[in-house]
């Protein structure tokens, strides 16, 4: 079975320009979530799907970040227009519905994003 | 606010040594606890989670961790580390009742020595 995927592992980009950061989730997991590491600081929370629908979006650091999930398959996190702030590494993870009674989430590798 | 304090930042142990990583967590409620480990160049990895029952739970590779609810702690525990151990380590909590986003500790950086 697949793990989560986040494409690209990698990115660098200029302070103003757009980035658009992937995710797959495992097939199945209808809850989908965001999180950001800021260097040298703790992994926070960014935002959380049920199948496409946006359950909580508290985490989101401003209007410049805008998340999907389409068809609540993949989701799409973009940054427009990225600052250097933004620079961390952009987790995603996936978890069952919450009455399969498993409720693990399982993490992809990471987007680490270099605003320069 | 939650929060989640891991007391190590870095940690430096000889293989052999044994290992305790403090977690302590700031909400009253009931929660779900989580050690999650991340492998150079890996992703995060869950190594064991507590969600109800006996206190003492034990993971993957020989880690065990310790949920005493009058201390709000969660310490992750193995008796001999090993090389392959060096990695970053997270402890995470979610809030029973919550959107079940977890909140995460800072992060033990963990190097063994061989």
């Known amino acids: 079975e697949a793990g989560v995927t986040q494409f690209p592992s990698h990115s660098v980009i200029e302070k103003g320009q757009t980035v658009t950061l992937r995710c797959d989730p495992i097939?199945?997991?209808?809850?989908l979530y965001w999180y950001r590491r800021v260097m040298g600081k703790e992994i926070k929370f960014l935002l959380h799907f049920v199948k496409e629908s946006k359950q909580d979006e508290s985490g989101m650091p401003n209007n410049r970040f805008l998340a999907e999930r389409t068809g609540g398959t993949y989701s799409t996190l973009k940054v427009q227009p990225a600052e250097l702030e933004d620079s961390g590494v952009y987790f995603c993870a996936s978890s069952q519905a919450r009455d399969r009674g498993n409720t693990e989430a399982f993490f992809g590798q990471g987007t680490r994003l270099t605003v320069v | 606010a939650q929060s989640v304090s891991q007391h190590n930042h870095h940690v430096i142990l000889s293989e052999a040594a044994s290992l305790e990583l403090g977690c302590n967590y700031s909400y009253g409620g009931t929660v779900n606890l989580f050690w999650y480990v991340q492998y150079p160049g890996q992703h995060l990895q869950l190594l064991l989670k507590?969600?109800?029952?006996?206190?003492l739970v034990k993971g993957i590779k020989g880690f065990e961790a310790e949920f005493i609810k009058s201390k709000f702690s969660f310490n992750l525990r193995k008796p001999s580390v090993q090389w392959s151990d060096t990695a970053e380590y997270f402890c995470?909590?979610?809030?029973?009742?919550?959107?079940?986003?977890?909140?995460f500790g800072s992060g033990t950086q963990l190097t063994v020595l061989p």
């Open positions: 995470a909590v979610i809030r029973f009742g919550s959107a079940r986003q977890l909140t």
């Open positions: 507590y969600f109800s029952g006996d206190p």
């Open positions: 097939s199945g997991h209808d809850n």
